[in-house]
T-cell receptor
C-alpha cells in the first residue's frame, strides 16, 4: 500500500539553527500537508501544498511540494524552544483520505 | 483556521463498558470526518472515514462492530468504542475536512482512553 517515509526520525538541534525534514513515497500525491503535534494534543496544520513545485512559507516555516509529486520537505529557520514537538507529513492522492508519515521528533536545545 | 472540537479529552472506563467520543466542527461544515488511533510515539493510524448521512468506511483490520461511527450531521461525528478492553486504551483523534474549497483536514484535540 501507499507509504510515506519521513526522515529524520528524530533530531536534536541548538536554538537558532535551521531544521530540514522530508517525506518521500513511491506513489504520486495531489496534496501534501505538514502538521505539528504537541504531547497529548491533536496535530495542528502548518502548511498545505496543492501543486507540484509549489513553495509555501508560514513565518519561519517553508515547505515544498516536490516536482515529481512523490516528496515534500519542510524547513524551519532559526529554531526556537517552542518548535519542539513531532512533525508529520500527510498526503492525499485526491481520494477522500490522507496517509501520514512516521513523524520527526524535534528537540531544541536552548 | 477551521476549529474541530473533540470531547472528552480524557476518559477512563471499566472493561466491558462502552465509551462515546464526539467530534464537532465548530465553524465549518464537514462532509467528511476521519477517525484515527495513535499509539505512543507512533504515527496516526486511520481507522475509518465517515461521511454525513452514510455509513462509515473502515480501514482493513478495524472492527466496525467494535468501533461504531455515526455522522448524523455536517458538524458532528461520534465514535463509540463498544465493550472496551484494556487493549483499546489509546489516543483517538478525529479530523474533519471542509465541504468546499481546499482539502486540508483539521484535527480535534484528541481523546485519551484508558480502559481498566
Amino acid at each position: 500500500g501507499q507509504q510515506l517515509n519521513q526522515s529524520p526520525q528524530s533530531m536534536f538541534i541548538q536554538e537558532g539553527e535551521d531544521v530540514s525534514m522530508n517525506c518521500t513515497s513511491s506513489s504520486i500525491f495531489n496534496t501534501w500537508l505538514w502538521y505539528k503535534q504537541d504531547p497529548g494534543e491533536g496535530p495542528v496544520l502548518l502548511i498545505a501544498l496543492y501543486k507540484a513545485g509549489e513553495l509555501t512559507s508560514n513565518g519561519r516555516l517553508t515547505a515544498q511540494f516536490g516536482i515529481t509529486r512523490k516528496d515534500s520537505f519542510l524547513n524551519i529557520s532559526a529554531s526556537i524552544p517552542s518548535d519542539v514537538g513531532i512533525y508529520f507529513c500527510a498526503a492525499s492522492s485526491g481520494t477522500y483520505k490522507y496517509i501520514f508519515g512516521t513523524g520527526t521528533r524535534l528537540k531544541v536545545l536552548a | 483556521g477551521a476549529v474541530v472540537s473533540q470531547h472528552p479529552s480524557r476518559v477512563i472506563c471499566k472493561s466491558g463498558t462502552s465509551v462515546k467520543i464526539e467530534c464537532r466542527s465548530l465553524d465549518f461544515q464537514a462532509t467528511t470526518m476521519f477517525w484515527y488511533r495513535q499509539f505512543p510515539k507512533k504515527s496516526l493510524m486511520l481507522m475509518a472515514t465517515s461521511n454525513e448521512g452514510s455509513k462509515a468506511t473502515y480501514e482493513q483490520g478495524v472492527e466496525k462492530d467494535k468501533f461504531l461511527i455515526n455522522h448524523a450531521s455536517l458538524t458532528l461525528s461520534t465514535l463509540t468504542v463498544t465493550s472496551a478492553h484494556p487493549e483499546d486504551s489509546s489516543f483517538y483523534i478525529c479530523s474533519a475536512r471542509t465541504a468546499t474549497g481546499n482539502t486540508e483536514a483539521f484535527f480535534g484535540q484528541g481523546t485519551r482512553l484508558t480502559v481498566v
